[in-house]
């Protein structure tokens, strides 16, 4: 039986700075039409990109639709792959990150991919900016758009594994890295052990 790893990005395994809040904000800007407020943007840690547009939406007044969060997604996924080299100038691999990828990657019995609350595009750019994506299975990964909430891209994660590799994941063969406490919960609450790594 192998395991399933599944890594939390930021803060996690790197980080990027505060360029992906402004790459957010000019995203906003160019789809909405309005300046984010002072106040007007929820805390990133631990949320999903799903549930920080949308309350950033209801916090400026702006009716929230299945089509403009797709508009916004897709704005700012590609604003954030038009600055990568900006990635890679101001964020850092966090210590030990890229050792512990290469050390389970040399492993036969795990698989490893991302839980995120990134969308994937945005996802994969973070990863590939420094040389960390070799080393994951995208496709078997849940992201940030999957659904509002931390605990059920768990279980989406688990029947996308089951899918490709055509072996069934649980609680006890799943294991989930992350540093705050929504991804402590996703594991408790989804079906994972966890790892949780104070960065």
Known sequence: MRTLVLWDIDHTLLAVGPLTRTIYENAFTTVTGRTLAAHGVPSFAGRTDRAIITETLLMHGIETSEPLLQ???HEFATGFGSRIHEVREHGRVLPGAREALKALAGRTDVIQSVLTGNMRPIAVSKLAAFSLDEYVDFEVGAYGLDHGDRPPLVRL???????????RFDEHSTVL???????????????????????
């Open 157 to 167: 994660a688990q029947l996308r594994a089951a899918e490709k590799y055509g072996e």
């Open 71 to 73: 508009r916004l997604c």
């Open 177 to 199: 890295v992350g540093d705050t406490p929504y991804d402590v919960l996703a594991g408790h609450h989804g079906g994972a052990r966890v790892v949780a790594v104070a960065t």
